[in-house]
Nanobody, 124 residues
Framework: QVQLVESGGGLVQAGDSLGLSCAAS????????MGWFRQAPGKERELVATIGRSGVTTTYADSVKGRFTISRDNAKNTVYLQMNSLKPEDTAVYYCAAKLTPASVNNYRAYNYWGQGTQVTVSS
């Protein structure tokens, strides 16, 4: 089992950058596939980015490709999301999530463990 705690959200202006972190408990962090998802009010939770266990394999939603970067540091039990050129439509609660198998990494329903979420608000 793993516990996840996100940090780094806040209020920024369009075009600004913001970095999120997700700290995981436990000694087996490197065993987990990690993902960032987001949910805006009235909308379904959606994929932002995922990263494989070694950090080599990543996937991104089309809406964030070229602007967001996911990374991880297994020595620090942490996954990161660097968000650049933020847009008002990026406003949402951002969640990190973990799963033990590579199947369906882009589907939020496939993840077993979730953080509490951190709010990101981008003003125009």
């Amino acid at each position: 089992q793993v516990q996840l705690v996100e940090s780094g959200g806040g209020l920024v202006q369009a075009g600004d950058s913001l970095g999120l972190s997700c700290a995981a408990s436990g000694r087996t962090f490197s065993s987990y596939y990690m993902g960032w998802f987001r949910q805006a009010p009235g909308k379904e939770r959606e994929l932002v980015a995922t990263i494989g266990r070694s950090g080599v394999t990543t996937t991104y939603a089309d809406s964030v490709k070229g602007r967001f970067t996911i990374s991880r540091d297994n020595a620090k039990n942490t996954v990161y999301l660097q968000m650049n050129s933020l847009k008002p439509e990026d406003t949402a609660v951002y969640y990190c999530a973990a799963k033990l198998t590579p199947a369906s990494v882009n589907n939020y329903r496939a993840y077993n463990y979730w953080g509490q979420g951190t709010q990101v608000t981008v003003s125009s």
